[in-house]
C-alpha cells in the first residue's frame, strides 16, 4: 500500500515499528497505525478510529504489546484468513477420513460452507474470539432450514448440532496446524431426545406378514391386465430382507450401506448352534454385530437370490444390498415409505412418520428387556447412557454376550453363513 498519503507521521518508540499518522486526502482525519514486530513479515495497519493523539498512541502501543507476544509465542504477524484455513480443511477431510462417503464429505463440507464462511469471510482465524463463536451459532439459527416435516417452523436440533460439530472440526484442525492456540466453546445446542418411531410387536407382525404377499403384489393399470415388473419385484425383494436384516441387528443405515460379503463371520454357541457375525464401520468405527438366531437365513435369500440373478455366487467384494450392476444400494427411503404407506404404518399413533431408522429403534425395544444394557450398547455401537435414555432400562442377566445379545424365540442354526 502507498504511504504518499501519510502526514504528521511519529514513530512511538524511535525503531519504526509502531507508526502513527494521519492522512491528506480525508477530512478530519483520525489516526492511523501501522505496526510490524521483529521476526515476523509484512506489517499491519489500522485505523485508531481517534482523533485524539494520546489516544491514538494508547490503542497503538496496547495493539503492538498484544501482536509482539503473539510472534514471540510462535504466531504469525498476520493470523490466516478463515477462507483459507476452509480451503486447506476440505482438502484435509478428502484424505483424513478414507471411510466416510464422498455424499457425506460433502454435506460436512456444506455445514461449514453455508455458515462460518459466510460469517467470517477472510477475517483471521486467530482473531476469532469466544463472542464471535457465540454470534455465529445465532446466525447458523437464522440461516438453517426447519425440516419438511417439522411441526414447530424451527431447524431441527440435529441439524444445528451437525453444524456446530463440523465448524469445531475446522477449528481443531486449525490448531493442529498452529493458526490458533485454543479452541473457543462453540455453544451447541444440547441433545433433544427425539427417538425415531418404533414398531410394537403387533405393529411388527403386521409389516414382516403384509411384506410377504407386496414383494410378488402385481401392478394394477387403469388399463389392461395387472403385471408383475422385474425391476419392482427386485427392489421389493431386496428391501423385505433389508427390513428383516435391520430390524434384527439394530445396524445404523450408513453402516449397513456398504456391508460386504466378506464382512460376514460367525461365532460358534455349541456344535450345532451358531450366530451370525456382521462386521460394520460406521459413525463410531469398526465392530462386530451379532444377529438375532434366523438372519442368516434372510442373508442366504439374498445370497441365492443374487447367484440366480449372475448365474454364478457374487463375488465376497460385493455390496450385499446393491443393484443389478453391483453397486451399493445408497438409500431405501423412497421405497421404505411407500412400503409404509402400503402397510398401514406410515405413522405412529402420535403421528410421526417411520423411516428406515425406526428399524434401529424396534430392535433397541424389541431387546432391551431380554439383553444387559451393556451388551446391547456393544452390539448397537452406542454408549449405556444412550441406551438408558432413548430406551429405558434392562433387566441384567448373567450369560455369554454372543448368547444373551441373541436371546429370544427365533429359530436357530447350525450353519450360518451361506457361502
Request: proline share 5%; hydrophobic share 30%; charged share 30%.
Amino acid at each position: 500500500m502507498s504511504n504518499k498519503h501519510e502526514i504528521n507521521r511519529i514513530d512511538l518508540n524511535g525503531d519504526g515499528r509502531v507508526l502513527l499518522y494521519q492522512r491528506d486526502d480525508v477530512k478530519n482525519p483520525k489516526w492511523q497505525c501501522r505496526i510490524s514486530v521483529q521476526g515476523s513479515s509484512g506489517n499491519v495497519r489500522f485505523s485508531t478510529k481517534e482523533t485524539d493523539q494520546r489516544k491514538a498512541e494508547r490503542i497503538a502501543l496496547d495493539k503492538y504489546q498484544e501482536l509482539y507476544f503473539k510472534v514471540r509465542d510462535g504466531g504469525s504477524l498476520k493470523g490466516k484468513p478463515f477462507s483459507d484455513v476452509f480451503t486447506e480443511w476440505s482438502e484435509y477431510l478428502n484424505v483424513s477420513k478414507p471411510t466416510v462417503t464422498k455424499q457425506h464429505l460433502s454435506q460436512i463440507k456444506r455445514k461449514v460452507e453455508t455458515t462460518a464462511l459466510v460469517f467470517f469471510k477472510n477475517k483471521p482465524i486467530d482473531e476469532i474470539t469466544e463472542s464471535d463463536l457465540m454470534d455465529l451459532m445465532v446466525f447458523v439459527r437464522k440461516n438453517t432450514l426447519p425440516t419438511h416435516h417439522s411441526k414447530t417452523k424451527q431447524p431441527a436440533t440435529s441439524s444445528l448440532r451437525s453444524s456446530g460439530f463440523a465448524i469445531s472440526d475446522l477449528f481443531k484442525f486449525s490448531k493442529s496446524k498452529g493458526y490458533i492456540k485454543e479452541i473457543h466453546n462453540i455453544p451447541i445446542p444440547p441433545l433433544v431426545k427425539n427417538p425415531r418411531p418404533d414398531f410394537t410387536k403387533d405393529e411388527w407382525r403386521k409389516l414382516y406378514t403384509f411384506m410377504r404377499a407386496w414383494v410378488d403384489k402385481e401392478i394394477v393399470q387403469p388399463k389392461g391386465k395387472p403385471y408383475l415388473n422385474p425391476r419392482v419385484q427386485r427392489e421389493r425383494f431386496y428391501l423385505q430382507h433389508y427390513v428383516l436384516i435391520m430390524t434384527n441387528t439394530g445396524i445404523r443405515v450408513g453402516e449397513m450401506r456398504k456391508v460386504q460379503w466378506k464382512n460376514l463371520d460367525r461365532v460358534i454357541l455349541s456344535a450345532d448352534d451358531e450366530r451370525l457375525l456382521i462386521s460394520v464401520n460406521g459413525k463410531t468405527g469398526k465392530r462386530q454385530v451379532v444377529a438375532n438366531a434366523g438372519t442368516e437365513n434372510y442373508i442366504k435369500r439374498i445370497y441365492d437370490y443374487r447367484t440366480k440373478e449372475l448365474g454364478n455366487p457374487p463375488s465376497k467384494e460385493e455390496y450385499i444390498f446393491c443393484h443389478t450392476d453391483g453397486k451399493f444400494q445408497e438409500s431405501f427411503r423412497g421405497s421404505f415409505t411407500r412400503l409404509m404407506k402400503d402397510s398401514g404404518l406410515w405413522l405412529n399413533p402420535d403421528g410421526d412418520r417411520r423411516s428406515p431408522y425406526s428399524l434401529r429403534h424396534t430392535y433397541a425395544t424389541m431387546r432391551i428387556n431380554e439383553v444387559p444394557v451393556y451388551q446391547l450398547a456393544v452390539n448397537m455401537g452406542t454408549s449405556v447412557e444412550m441406551i438408558e435414555d432413548y430406551y429405558g432400562h434392562s433387566r441384567s442377566s448373567d450369560s455369554v454376550f454372543a448368547s444373551t445379545v441373541t436371546k429370544g424365540n427365533q429359530t436357530t442354526s447350525s450353519k450360518v453363513l451361506p457361502f
